[in-house]
């Protein structure tokens, strides 16, 4: 197969090597970023697929919600940028931002942030859920369990195609979120569940359901309240990653928003995405000292060791993550309020990052870190287990599944996500009866 470009028409023509077979695909031009080859009809018309595990080179959908040019570090939400967003912004006005395409009025942002909070109660038969589970249980097996069974509380919220189902849907979970993640810590610890105050902001509430008990008063720090929204920020959406794409996915097929965000929940999970915030830490914990980065980072580059830089790379950023820039201040002015003049993991990690990239291998690949790199620090500084990390992550992420989910809802050349592959297993052959064998 061999390929040209053609700008002007906006097509690319591909030719089949030794054919005489070609065809135009029409390239698509977004508002900004690259073109995109439409390749929809090279099986009806060529009879080839295209190969890409992975999906590096693969626009699986449209989208208007998030935009992340990687090469220079750059990323907008409904093109604003994360930077004046993490500046000027809360978590709920972002959330509306996702959602609706646009930044609230304030009419709009004290009904949205209305529509939220009424909706952080939990039905109390869920409560059974918990005891189910044993107390050493990890929080994001829990949640997965509980965001799923949602769907089994929420009969009236099944009908996908109707927009005010989905308006209440997206409440219930952005409101939900929090309790039944600040629930999963206080069955873990053996503490009461604390029930949300719906007078406390969104990060406010779920940092007091996090540390109230119900045998004193709690008043939660407003700057850690603070830091904790600009966590909620940075993790909202962040366009067509695992998780999101797994939420798509599932969503493709029609099923409740409930199981899909449950999908996206368990693919978080994992080590090369969500988890890494945990990995992290359990890293610098290994590593222990300043002294001992260098044998670290020669196994890091050693392929056979399977160990990784966690918290460094990433698909799309060849460049600094933003998100990772604005973490790492967020990270000293919390340890300041904290009293936490200095922190040993944070000076490791800082001392980590500065070597890696200093250092050929991690130069050469463009591997810089990521959101996940200085999150922990800032977590377990504020009082987090390190097995709730990438439960916060998904507290965050819920809104931006969410608007990923309605977006392809809405959209009208939606399909069921049904991938091809290449098929290198035994051709036909005929069955041999056990005796035979
Ligand atoms: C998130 O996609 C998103 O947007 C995700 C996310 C979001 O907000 O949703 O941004 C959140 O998931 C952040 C990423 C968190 N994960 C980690 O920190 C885990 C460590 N990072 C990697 O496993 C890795 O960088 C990935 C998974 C993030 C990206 O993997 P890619 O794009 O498939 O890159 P790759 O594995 O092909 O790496 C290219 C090269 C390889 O070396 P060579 O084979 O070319 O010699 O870089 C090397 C890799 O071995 N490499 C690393 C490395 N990451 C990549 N080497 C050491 N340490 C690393 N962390």
Request: proline share 5%; charged share 20%; hydrophobic share 40%.
């Amino acid at each position: 197969m061999s390929g040209s470009t053609t700008n002007a028409g906006g097509s690319v023509t591909v030719t089949l090597d030794g054919t005489n077979k070609s065809m135009k695909l029409p390239l698509l031009p977004g508002t900004i970023g690259p073109e995109v080859a439409d390749i929809r009809k090279l099986y009806s018309e060529l009879g080839i697929f295209t190969y890409d595990p992975g999906y590096g080179g693969t626009a699986a959908c449209e989208s208007k919600i998030t935009y992340i040019d990687g090469d220079v570090g750059v990323l907008l939400h409904r093109g604003y940028p994360i930077e004046q967003l993490a500046e000027h912004s809360t978590f709920l006005e972002v959330a509306h931002l996702l959602l609706n395409g646009e930044l609230p009025t304030p009419a709009e942002k004290h009904d949205f942030e209305q529509g939220v909070m009424r909706h952080t109660m939990l039905h109390e038969q869920l409560r059974s859920f918990y005891n189910g589970f044993r107390r050493d249980a990890h929080p994001m097996a829990i949640m997965c369990g509980v965001v799923g069974a949602l769907s089994a509380f929420y009969h009236d919220s099944l009908d996908i195609n109707d927009p005010e189902v989905r308006r209440i849907s997206a409440f219930r979970l952005i409101a939900k979120m929090p309790t039944i993640a600040a629930w999963a810590y206080k069955y873990a610890i053996g503490q009461p569940f604390i029930y949300p105050r719906n007078d406390l902001g969104y990060a406010e509430n779920f940092l007091y359901m996090m540390n109230a008990v119900p045998a004193e008063e709690y008043h939660v720090n407003p700057v850690l309240a603070r830091a904790m929204d600009l966590i909620l920020i940075l993790h909202a959406d962040h366009e067509q990653n695992a998780s999101t794409s797994t939420v798509r996915l599932a969503g493709s097929t029609g099923a409740n928003p409930f199981a899909c965000i449950a999908a996206g929940i368990a693919s978080l999970w994992g080590p090369a995405h969500g988890g890494a915030n945990e990995a992290v830490l359990k890293m610098l914990r290994e590593i222990g000292h300043v002294d001992n980065i260098p044998g670290f980072l020669e196994k890091v580059k050693d392929k056979n060791s399977g160990v990784l830089l966690m918290g460094f790379g990433h698909r799309v950023y060849k460049n600094y993550d933003p998100r990772a820039k604005i973490m790492q201040h967020t990270c000293h002015a919390v340890l300041k309020e904290l009293g936490i003049k200095d922190d040993p993991l944070l000076d490791l990690a800082a001392e980590l990052e500065r070597i890696a990239l200093h250092d050929e291998y991690f130069i050469s690949r463009k591997l810089y870190p990521n959101v996940d790199f200085y999150s922990g620090i800032i977590l377990k500084a504020m009082g987090f287990p390190t097995s709730m990390f990438t439960v916060l992550f998904a507290v965050a992420r819920t809104v931006g599944w969410f608007s990923q989910w309605k977006e392809m809802i809405e959209d009208p050349s939606q399909r069921i996500g049904r991938p091809r592959q290449v098929y290198t297993g035994p051709t036909q052959r005929d069955y041999v009866a056990l005796d035979q064998r």
